[in-house]
Each structure stands twice: as C-alpha cells, then as structure tokens.
C-alpha cells in the first residue's frame, strides 16, 4: 500500500504565498508521476501541476508563473511552491501519487487553502 500525506495549507491574504508539501510512503517501486490537483466548492477536480520522476513538468494555465512544482526523489516528496495567490486558487489541494509499474493512482486526503483578506 502507498500513504500519501499533505501539509502546509491554511488562509493567506490576496498576493501572498503558500508551500504545500507531500510524503509519499510505502510500496513505491515503480513511482513516476506526483502531482497536485485541487477542488474548488461546487467544482471538479483539476489538474493544478505533475512531475515525473524524471522531472518533466505540466502547469495548468491558470497556475503558470505563479506556481512551482519541485520533487525530492530520495525522499519520494513532491512540493508546490505558491506565490502571487488569488482568491480563485482558494480549493481543498489533493497530492496524488502514480506508480508506472501498477498503473494505480494514490491520494493523499487533502489540505485546504483559502485566499482571503
């Protein structure tokens, strides 16, 4: 089994910064893909940014300039440095983890961050 774990959200004000952060742990033989997706109130789930174990990287638009994805390999941790934040970021964020060998998909259970003043 595969344990994913988030942390760092909480309320910041309009233009301000946030880094999540999520451990992957576990059978992860086989890890590729980690990534953020976020969930806005009465929206669907979508993609926020992926990197691959190899550190090929996918931005939403929405995101692109503000945010960065990064991975630390060793620690089979993935982060989300987010800056210049807007109201419209303000979501529960899921960190999801891919194992290529498996083709299964493991969720953490969300961190909720709020842009507010």
């Known amino acids: 089994q595969v344990q994913v774990v988030e942390s760092g959200g909480g309320l910041v004000q309009p233009g301000g910064s946030l880094r999540l952060s999520c451990a992957a742990s576990?059978?992860?033989?086989?890890?590729?893909?980690m990534g953020w997706y976020r969930q806005a109130p009465g929206k669907q789930r979508q993609l926020v940014a992926i990197?691959?174990?190899?550190?090929?990287?996918n931005y939403a638009d929405s995101v692109k300039g503000r945010f960065t994805i990064s991975r630390d390999n060793a620690k089979n941790t993935v982060y989300l440095q987010m800056n210049s934040l807007k109201p419209e970021d303000t979501a529960v964020y899921y960190c999801?983890?891919?194992?290529?060998?498996?083709?299964?998909?493991?969720w953490g259970k969300g961190t909720l961050v709020t842009v507010s003043s």
């Open positions: 999801y983890v891919r194992i290529a060998t498996t083709g299964m998909d493991f």
């Open positions: 576990g059978s992860l033989a086989g890890i590729n893909g």
């Open positions: 990197i691959t174990r190899g550190g090929m990287i």
